[in-house]
């Protein structure tokens, strides 16, 4: 068996058409992370420890702070990278296409 540990984390209830970013950044020094894809369509992502904490909350409060469907947020595929500039991610709240049935 694998050992656990324990994941306690607050963050804002955001309204269902905006989100206030600065709880996924608190305590943390160092977030970054960089999505690339690939001309097939490949998707990677590298991040530091900061950089995956950070998404977490970020996709936490996506799930569970109410937002409505359709909601998105544009990031810079590089975050914690100077210069910030394009390419960007877009990650958009969505229902899952016609057919799918999940695990």
């Known amino acids: 068996m ?5 994941v ?3 963050l ?3 309204k269902p058409n905006s989100m206030s970013f ?3 950044y608190s305590g943390l020094e160092r ?4 999505f690339e894809a690939s001309a097939d369509g490949n998707v990677t992502l590298w991040a530091n ?3 995956f904490e950070h998404l977490a909350r970020f996709f936490f409060k996506m799930a569970r702070s109410g937002k409505s ?3 998105h947020s544009h990031q810079t595929a590089e975050f914690g990278g100077t210069p910030l500039s394009k390419p ?5 709240l969505a229902e899952p296409p016609a057919g799918f049935f999940g695990p």
């Open 22 to 24: 600065e709880d996924t």
């Open 31 to 34: 977030i970054w992370y960089k």
């Open 12 to 14: 804002t209830r955001d």
């Open 8 to 10: 306690r984390l607050t």
């Open 2 to 6: 694998n050992e656990t540990f324990e």
């Open 69 to 71: 469907l359709g909601y």
């Open 88 to 92: 960007e991610v877009t990650i958009t």
């Open 49 to 51: 420890a900061d950089g």
